[in-house]
């Protein structure tokens, strides 16, 4: 059963800090994974989705790496500001065209100003 | 972009009532549709999965005769929660997935009083 860690479960940083947010995964038999930001109370909004055959994909100051053979992905966000604020949330499809997301729990992230 | 507009954005209702939860595709044909209830701090967790024209798919332990799915065209999918229950008050949000990535709808907000 395919499951999805993500360390840590909640972050604060100052405005301006580069970090890291990281996703696990235990099957590495995926079709591709996304990255999601949820704000409090609403839906979800697609950040970055990289294919099983990808390494990783960039947008502004986001970045996405996959490395399937080791169950791993990381979101490195530069820069953060306080509008970055949200849980951030890693889910992979499994293959077989069943076209399923599993979820990780989400990382909780706060910047400062 | 995609996207799936679901309605209400929250809605209260008293134990033992019925209460349906619209999702549509705005600007492409969504032959299958996801259902995911999230709780307080967990992960989104995958409900059924609804064809258009057929019957849904439910994931194990969840009630098909709680959760009615109707996909009845290419743009509407709907979730009636049916007798419900206080332990029912979670937040339900459906998914298209347009291309290769998923599209969210804004989320419904149910709380069974």
């Known amino acids: 059963k395919q499951e999805v860690t993500q360390i840590p479960a909640a972050l604060s940083v100052p405005e301006g800090e580069n970090l890291v947010l990281n996703c696990s995964f235990t099957?590495?038999?995926?079709?591709?994974l996304q990255w999601f930001r949820q704000d409090p109370g609403k839906g979800l909004t697609s950040l970055l989705l990289?294919?099983?055959?990808?390494r990783e994909q960039t947008s502004g100051r986001l970045n996405a790496s996959l490395d399937k053979s080791s169950g791993r992905s990381t979101l490195y966000i530069a820069a953060s500001q306080p509008g970055d604020s949200a849980t951030y949330l890693c889910?992979?499809?499994?293959?077989?065209?069943?076209?399923?997301?599993?979820f990780g729990k989400g990382t909780k992230l706060t910047v400062n100003p | 972009g995609a996207v799936v507009s679901q309605h209400p954005s929250w809605v209260i209702c008293k134990s033992g009532t019925s209460v349906k939860i619209e999702c549509r595709s705005l600007d492409f044909q969504a032959t299958t549709m996801f259902w995911y209830r999230q709780f307080p701090k967990q992960s989104l967790m995958l409900m059924a999965t609804?064809?258009?024209?057929?019957?849904?798919?439910?994931e194990q332990g969840v009630e098909k005769d709680k959760f009615l799915i109707n996909h009845a065209s290419l743009t509407l999918s709907t979730l009636t929660v049916t007798s419900a229950h206080p332990e029912d008050s979670s937040f339900y949000i459906c998914?298209?997935?347009?291309?290769?990535?998923?599209?969210f709808g804004s989320g419904t907000r149910l709380t069974v009083v």
């Open positions: 998914s298209g997935y347009p291309n290769y990535g998923y599209t």
């Open positions: 099957d590495s038999a995926i079709y591709n």
């Open positions: 609804s064809n258009e024209g057929s019957k849904a798919t439910y």
């Open positions: 990289i294919q099983s055959s990808q």
């Open positions: 889910a992979v499809m499994l293959t077989g065209g069943s076209e399923k997301l599993v």
